[in-house]
């Protein structure tokens, strides 16, 4: 199953992450996950311009013989094409396997964009378009005006079911799923103790993922196989600080699948960490 595995790379070039404790990665410890995911099957990366200096690490590393996966956001001074130009400088590659665009909902008053991404796909600069997504209604008002992706990334785990009835019809669509936030940036894999109020909602859950399963790598399985094991599902990104995460969370995917707590209603404020406490 680790050939399902995609390895997200914004610790690579930020202090990310709810549960990070050691901060940015180092360029020894990418090496160090670089290889080990390589020697264990995994053959995508995930990315972003938005990520710190990711693309140039990452670059540094040595990258071609990778599926990379970058996120990109409009901006008004630079068409696509630039954009993407310096992406692939930064990764020092050639093409990139995908290249999604963040804030896609843009298309509605930009849609003369999706024509030159068009271009640039056939021009062999990416193999594959599409968005990255954060709220169902986002991927149902670009589909209905007509933007049909060929790589979608999303959230998806064991509390976030948001996009479960559209991921079927994603995939008779023949659009590739990449799923995210399996762990919610680390928070399902976090002691109720050590959150604020603001997640009052989900501490329950976590009090009985804690009871359910004696330790985090059992925790770990748990959540990482709802997802993984999902027909329509291509990718599960996770980020990783260093080879021996990367291993541990690995090791889950041999185990016997076990059920999970029934999940609770989340609201968004939970959900996006975009809305959470920035302190």
């Given at each position: ?42 053959d995508t990366l995930d990315t ?169 790598g059992e925790r770990i399985a ?54 959470w406490p920035k302190s």
């Amino acid at each position: 199953m680790s050939a399902k595995i995609a390895l997200g790379s914004v610790q690579f070039g930020l202090d990310y992450g709810i549960s990070n404790q050691g901060g940015k990665t180092s360029q020894a410890e990418i090496v160090n996950i670089l290889t080990y995911a390589k020697q264990q099957g995994i053959d995508t990366l995930d990315t972003a311009e938005g990520y710190g200096d990711s693309e140039i690490r990452l670059g540094e590393c040595g990258v071609d013989a990778w599926q990379v996966v970058s996120k990109w956001t409009l901006r008004p001074d630079t068409s696509p094409a630039a954009q993407l130009a310096a992406t692939l400088q930064r990764l020092q590659i050639k093409q990139l396997y995908g290249y999604l665009l963040n804030q896609p909902l843009m298309l509605l008053q930009r849609p003369e964009i999706w024509p030159q991404l068009q271009v640039l796909q056939a021009e062999g600069h990416c193999r594959r378009i599409g968005f990255t997504l954060y709220r169902p209604e986002e991927l149902q008002q670009l589909l209905d005006a007509g933007f049909t992706p060929d790589l979608v990334q999303l959230p998806y785990s064991s509390v976030d079911q948001r996009f479960a009835t559209l991921l079927p019809q994603l995939q008779a669509a023949g659009v590739e799923i990449h799923s995210r936030s399996v762990f919610l940036q680390g928070l399902l894999l976090m002691s109720p103790q050590q959150l604020s109020d603001h997640f009052a909602a989900i501490k329950p859950y976590l009090t009985a993922l804690e009871q359910n399963f004696s330790t985090l790598g059992e925790r770990i399985a748990a959540l990482l196989q709802t997802v993984i094991t999902h027909p329509a599902v291509s990718r599960v990104i996770i980020g990783v600080n260093s080879q021996q995460q990367l291993q541990e969370n690995l090791a889950g995917l041999a185990q016997t699948a076990a059920l999970l707590p029934p999940a609770p209603q989340l609201a968004d404020s939970i959900l996006l960490p975009s809305l959470w406490p920035k302190s």
